[in-house]
């Protein structure tokens, strides 16, 4: 059962890549393998430039709504404010100063940079990581030939770990009869 908690996949993920790297040395030749690490690097690129250009506007927007909240709450203070309610029988209530809770505070502050920075980092990163996929893609499917050897050789590495996967499954027959019995 602990097999398929994902802390516990060291040993699995050690044996995919292994397997990767055979089909990569066996399937393919240096010019494959030479653009693969060239697609690669795209992707890997785009998604660093992405995410920091990501974080930068997120920054920048934190740092314009901040700018716009403190504007809104000193024009709000500056304008005139009643301080009290009259009712029709004539008696008066005071109204209280909210001002100091609409004041802007320093752990707002600090979440809307934290939340700001965060999502713009991601929007930038899912961003850099797509627009490095498709240029990636077009640089692999510009040559059809070798598209067509890596498609072959993915294809066989997708049939072994699936062979894997049968004998990992068929092995562990007697473990699993045994929990049902």
Known sequence: MAGNLAAFREHRSADLRKLAEEHLQHDLDQSDRNLL????GKVSTHAKIGSLVGLGLGVYCAVRLRTMRLAYFKAFRAVEKPVEVRFA?????PIPDLSAQLAPSKWGDAATYFFFSLGGLFFGGELGFLTGTASASRSITKDP??????EKAFKNYRVDVMKQEIQSLE???STIGKMFS
């Open 37 to 40: 690490r060239s697609a690669g």
């Open 89 to 93: 029988d004539g008696r008066a209530e």
């Open 145 to 150: 030939a070798a598209k067509e050897r890596i």
């Open 171 to 173: 092995g562990n027959k």
